[in-house]
């Protein structure tokens, strides 16, 4: 990636509020921005862009402040997730799932056991990946003493190679009960496998990873006390909490589509020698589809945010969580992300519209941000999400917690 970076980070302080770290977050996209088609092309491991992310501070964020971390909340973990995909969404989308394990051991997790990740993750800035696919069959998970053994194969596994610690999940052996433990990723029997080939969302390092035997201490198992799980309903926020990460770079994408788009039409664009005007910007439907596709992508923007602060209300008190405010909670996340695939799908497709033919060259990249919107909105159908959001609103139905819901 680009060596341009900005120099005084580890010199300045560090910002104190959440509108100073949206704002360090859009330096680290301008960073970005300068060569993202370049790598999106290349397609190599993103060692320097996480490096990246960790001198800015953007890592630990969610970190607690007498540990190091920034002690933001998730509204402004979401928006800055929103403003890096802007210039990249791999980066982004990395970001977004590192929060998400990072807060994994707060969600599942005893007091002890969260109190003591967060701790150890912001002192040594962690960068978190996950091996957690619930298409795939089981890890089984045995005993062994005091031991844990996680042995299988998950499809995806995002952040691999670029991870220090992995979160895993399997099921434990002769039973029902799903175990959740973070690892080291250079454990021993923890292989991470370069076959992530897709056409978008190129720099996530989402290939395969098996586990062969994969150890860790029983005491590692996020909620289980004398090996016994203890059970809240907060456990089950982790899909909302995800689902409202994708909505978020999926409207980072789709805003660096539009920013993007919009400067080179101002700077490249040509007018059609047969509608009467001198430049691009004149034309009167160059003008409509950009409004157009602004006000849709404004007034996504607007629910994500207010869901955002819905889902926020939750986290602050974590035992007053109940299966009807979780469920209630997920039928707007459910919203928010059927209209933020749409907006974003729409927005990526139609620029072509506006920057004309010559904007198709493969050396603008214009090509990305569809092909990483593409790709990852079909994580899991967007009919279902509507279907959440239309039984709720005909017979009250809320969704049971379930992978996807």
């Known amino acids: 990636m680009s060596t341009v970076a900005p120099t005084d980070w580890q010199t300045r302080p560090a910002p104190q509020d959440a509108q100073g770290w949206t704002a360090r977050a859009a330096e680290v996209a301008a960073v970005l921005a300068t060569d993202a088609a370049a790598r999106d092309k290349a397609g190599a491991t993103p060692h320097a862009e996480v490096r ?4 800015s501070g953007l890592v630990t964020l969610l970190g607690p402040a007498t540990h ?57 800035q962690w960068f978190f990946g996950g091996a957690v696919n619930p298409r795939d069959n089981d890890v089984t998970v045995t005993e062994d003493g005091d031991d844990l053994l996680f042995t299988g194969r998950k499809t995806f596994s995002t952040g691999s190679r670029v991870s220090d610690v992995t979160v895993l999940e399997g099921v434990l052996e002769g039973t029902d009960k799903h175990v959740f433990a973070i690892v080291p990723s250079d454990s021993e029997g923890l292989t991470f496998h370069d076959d992530w080939d897709n056409i978008g969302q190129r720099l996530t390092e989402s290939g395969g990873v098996t586990l062969d035997g994969v150890r860790t201490p029983w005491s590692s198992a996020a909620g289980f006390v004398d090996k016994e799980f203890l059970p809240r309903t907060y456990n089950t926020l982790n899909v909302p909490v995800i689902q409202l990460v994708f909505v978020s770079f999926y409207l980072g994408i789709a805003a660096g589509a539009l920013e993007t788009a919009a400067g080179y039409t101002r700077t490249k664009s040509r007018s059609w020698l047969h509608g009467g005007y ?17 006000a849709k992508l404004w007034a996504v923007e607007a629910l994500a945010d207010a869901v955002a602060l819905e889902g926020q209300a939750l986290h602050e008190d974590p035992d007053a969580v109940t299966e009807q405010t979780r469920a209630a909670f997920e039928v707007r996340v459910a919203a928010a992300k059927a209209r933020a695939t749409d907006v974003a799908l729409e927005v990526t497709s139609k620029i072509f519209e506006v920057t004309g033919a010559r904007a198709t ?28 959001v239309g039984r709720h609103v005909l017979t009250g139905e809320l969704p049971e917690p379930t992978w996807y819901s």
């Open 361 to 388: 060259a493969s050396a603008e990249g214009f090509d990305r941000f569809w092909r990483n919107v593409r790709t990852h909105t079909l994580h899991d159908p967007v009919a279902y999400k509507r279907r959440e």
């Open 52 to 55: 990246l992310l960790k001198d």
């Open 278 to 294: 001198d430049k691009a910007v004149d034309e009167p439907y160059v003008i409509d589809i950009y409004g157009d596709l602004t």
């Open 68 to 124: 190091g971390g920034a002690g933001q909340d998730w509204t402004t973990a979401y928006r800055v997730v929103r403003e890096v995909s802007k210039a990249d969404g791999s980066i982004g989308q990395l970001l977004g799932y590192h929060y998400l394990w990072n807060w994994a051991a707060r969600l599942v997790g005893t007091r002890e056991q969260w109190e003591h990740v967060e701790a150890q993750a912001a002192r040594n």
